[in-house]
T-cell receptor, first 115, second 116 residues
Framework: QKEVEQDPGPLSVPEGAIVSLNCTYSNSAFQYFMWYRQYSRKGPELLMYTYSSGNKEDGRFTAQVDKSSKYISLFIRDSQPSDSATYLC???????????????FGSGTRLQVQP | DAGVTQSPTHLIKTRGQHVTLRCSPISGHKSVSWYQQVLGQGPQFIFQYYEKEERGRGNFPDRFSARQFPNYSSELNVNALLLGDSALYLC???????????????FGSGTQLSVL
């Protein structure tokens, strides 16, 4: 079983829809949670970065973390065709003694927003 | 300011050959990490370096090695290439001001390696 599970999609929605992307994880040591967006043949771009359980909002994006359920979500409001990309969840258990910072990624969800 | 830059962007090699990939971090960033992304999968952690010291290593064979230079740029070396090494190799940098801080990683566009 993978440490981080993410539905690969593809997910196709009409422009203006609310999109919900989710990941579950098994390692309770994970403390920091991120969402990256990756366009084809490009590197991942950091969208959201959260530490505590609860919601964090940035423009059209809301990240939600539920540590008790080991479940994180990303919501995109008023989705646009330019949001079409692969969305990767990532998490880490930062090791303060060594400074080791290794992200564990989900496999990514491909999102297509239809105009 | 320039982001993380990687070279080359594309590379084609044959089995058994050796390859060197290069990365320049964002100005002021002292930590560099390398990730391997196979098509259809999320990136997998290979190495992390800070101030020329290895801070972490992922589950990759000894054919993979890396180093960081005094100007914080980095090289990833892969020996005895296998077909399965074909992937997008990503470099990421962060400030890493001290051991006690966890900071955001910023990725480059990657080097697409094809092994024939």
């Amino acid at each position: 079983q993978k440490e981080v599970e993410q539905d690969p999609g593809p997910l196709s929605v009409p422009e203006g829809a609310i999109v919900s992307l989710n990941c579950t994880y098994s390692n309770s040591a994970f403390q920091y949670f991120m969402w990256y967006r990756q366009y084809s043949r490009k590197g991942p771009e950091l969208l959201m970065y959260t530490y505590s359980s609860g919601n964090k909002e940035d423009g059209r994006f809301t990240a939600q973390v539920d540590k008790s359920s080991k479940y994180i979500s990303l919501f995109i409001r008023d989705s646009q065709p330019s949001d079409s990309a692969t969305y990767l969840c990532a998490m880490t258990s930062f090791a303060r003694d060594t400074g080791r910072r290794a992200l564990t990624f989900g496999s990514g969800t491909r999102l297509q927003v239809q105009p | 300011d320039a982001g993380v830059t990687q070279s080359p962007t594309h590379l084609i090699k044959t089995r058994g050959q050796h390859v060197t990939l290069r990365c320049s971090p964002i100005s002021g960033h002292k930590s560099v990490s390398w990730y391997q992304q196979v098509l259809g999968q999320g990136p997998q952690f290979i190495f992390q370096y800070y101030e020329k010291e290895e801070r972490g290593r992922g589950n990759f064979p000894d054919r993979f090695s890396a180093r960081q230079f005094p100007n914080y740029s980095s090289e990833l070396n892969v020996n005895a290439l296998l077909l399965g090494d074909s992937a997008l190799y990503l470099c990421a940098s962060s400030l890493a001001r001290d051991r006690g801080s966890n900071e955001k990683l910023f990725f480059g566009s990657g080097t697409q390696l094809s092994v024939l």
